[in-house]
């Protein structure tokens, strides 16, 4: 599959599975309430974060070294067994130490989150190898899609009845039974779909060790750069739940999910961009330059549009205890902008295996992060929080840009101004 069409059908599939997320947030916030959706995403925050430890990078590992050469998919899907299996003895170690101190979740459910992500991402590396971005992106936003009718039942009867069988000890426990049980129907439904594709390259399922070897030693460093990442997008909210108020946080938490939303539109860009990279790397930089104009305009409507609609369309969805979300999303929204264009330059640089500038932004990042919101959240409160995203994602941003231009022929011009062919490039 060329790249366009790569590009095209990622986004347009993953826009729609990303508006059911949407919908699923809302739904999940009005059945809860201000308080207790607050305490419920504050703990899928917390089991994502877990995911991506125990995942330890392998992902992109796998990716790479699919996609460079012709390493075998079978000895690869044995390695992953034995990996997912200690993966699955340390998830239930930690969850019945810490769960407690996170809310009150029924353990199995937990476990199969925290399980289901971890599959879930090296599912999905097989199928971006193989460039099948068409039925992974279908089959995922049918799950979503299910998930919300599931969310639409329970929001309109007048009783959980998950809670009164007690299936779900209380309601915060019936919507992770909800979002586990999803994560697994995909993983099992995209598993069986690609075995039933790729059959030929499940003939040998030998173990090869150096394969494993190699695999590690680039994951190690992408597993470092993927914990950054995540602690970037993040951090925040530790200093916001520590000093501010629930509604406060409850609000933050909102308007960062949003945030996240508008990175997942750059995210598949980058998804796309990472595997293709490792395949001609020249070539590439110029496409990244491209986006980058392309995303810098479309983020510039967002924004517009957002300052017009935002404060009513927020209320109006969520209601009135969210009256903050307006105030916050505004001050961080260029932070979102410069993490979601330092995505497209992670995702080049990973490609050609220059993983260290990465580190480098990404602690920069982290730090700035970790360092001002201790000083001044306490004080300032949940607006500090945000200024802060902003001016320290714009530090990281910085960093790997002029990196960029130094190793490539591209100028600052072809990276953050719109050219006349562009709309053409679109079209074509």
């Known amino acids: 599959m060329k790249l366009k069409q790569a590009l095209l059908h990622n986004t347009g599939w993953k826009m729609i599975a990303m508006l059911f997320t949407f919908l699923n947030n809302i739904l ?16 899928l925050t917390v089991f994502i974060l877990l995911s991506t430890i125990l995942k330890f990078g392998l992902e992109n590992g796998i990716i790479y070294f699919l996609s460079k050469k012709n390493t075998n998919i079978g000895a690869i899907t044995m390695l992953l067994f034995i990996v997912l299996l200690i993966q699955s003895i340390l998830t239930v170690i930690l969850l019945k130490l810490f769960i407690k101190e996170v809310a009150e979740f029924t353990l199995l459910w937990a476990i199969l989150f925290v399980t289901g992500n971890i599959m879930l991402c090296y599912v999905n590396a097989f199928y971006q190898v193989k460039k099948m971005y068409i039925s992974l992106n279908v089959i995922s936003a049918a799950i979503i899609f299910l998930q919300c009718t599931s969310l639409l039942y329970l929001y309109y009867s007048p009783s959980n009845f998950l809670v009164a069988y007690k299936i779900a000890g209380n309601n915060i426990d019936a919507m992770m039974l909800i979002s586990s049980v999803a994560i697994f129907i995909q993983v099992l439904i995209l598993m069986a779909f690609f075995f039933s594709r790729n059959k030929k390259d499940f003939s040998n399922m030998n173990f090869d060790l150096l394969v494993a070897k190699k695999i590690f030693s680039y994951s190690v460093i992408n597993f470092v750069i993927t914990v950054l990442f995540y602690l970037v997008m993040r951090a925040d909210i530790y200093f916001v739940e520590k ?28 998804g796309v961009i990472f595997p293709y990279t490792i395949e001609a790397p020249k070539a590439l ?54 993490l979601s264009i330092s995505l497209l330059f992670i995702s080049y640089f990973e ?32 607006k500090a929080a945000a200024v802060v995203f902003s001016g320290a994602n714009l530090i990281g ?26 709309v053409r490039k679109i079209r074509i």
């Open 351 to 382: 490609g050609i295996n220059k993983l260290t500038i990465i580190l480098c932004s990404l602690g920069a990042t982290f730090t700035i992060i970790v360092f001002l919101n201790f000083l001044l959240v306490s004080k300032y409160g949940y």
């Open 285 to 338: 930089a110029h496409k990244v330059a491209f986006l980058c104009r392309m995303l810098t305009f479309l983020y510039l409507f967002v924004y517009v549009v957002f300052l017009l609609f935002g404060r009513f369309v927020f209320i109006w969805l969520l209601g009135t205890d969210f009256n903050l979300m307006y105030e916050i999303f505004a001050i961080s929204f260029f932070g979102v902008y410069c």
């Open 243 to 270: 000093f501010c108020n629930k509604i406060d946080l409850s609000n933050y938490l909102q308007a960062a999910k949003i945030g996240q939303m508008l990175l997942v539109f750059p995210g598949l860009l980058a």
């Open 397 to 422: 941003l910085i960093i790997l840009f002029m990196k960029f231009l130094r190793i490539t022929d591209i100028t600052i011009t072809d990276v953050l101004i719109l050219k006349k062919d562009d």
């Open 28 to 43: 999940i916030v009005r059945i809860l309430g201000a308080g207790a959706s607050a305490n419920f995403f504050y703990a």
